[in-house]
């Protein structure tokens, strides 16, 4: 069984930086994708950026050149890299792990951002 821990959520001003951390069980990490998702209250969940095995990203409109998704195989960890924050950018933030993008078999609990304007 996967299990995936995020950390590194919290309050920051707009224009602000924060990474996001997640940490995965389990020696199967460096063979399937991992991607972000958020979401903010009264909204759907989205996926914000993604990352294959083999390095390959996406990241949906609203975030491109503003985050940035990297991965270390060695640590079993997936980052988000989130810079020039918005406070629209607040939301629970919660990492995958799947076969390939934008297929998350595996969740994790979540970490809170906000901002604040």
């Known amino acids: 069984q996967v299990q995936l821990v995020e950390s590194g959520g919290g309050l920051v001003q707009a224009g602000g930086s924060l990474r996001l951390s997640c940490a995965a069980s389990?020696?199967?990490?460096?063979?399937?994708?991992m991607g972000w998702y958020r979401q903010a209250p009264g909204k759907q969940r989205e996926a914000v950026a993604g990352i294959s095995n083999g390095g390959t990203t996406n990241y949906a409109d609203s975030v491109k050149g503003r985050f940035f998704i990297s991965r270390d195989n060695a640590k079993n960890t997936v980052y988000l890299q989130m810079n020039s924050l918005k406070p629209e950018d607040t939301a629970v933030y919660y990492c995958?792990?799947?076969?390939?993008?934008?297929?998350?078999?595996?969740w994790g609990q979540g970490t809170q951002v906000t901002v604040s304007s």
């Open positions: 995958t792990l799947g076969p390939r993008l934008g297929c998350p078999d595996y």
């Open positions: 389990g020696s199967i990490f460096s063979i399937y994708a």
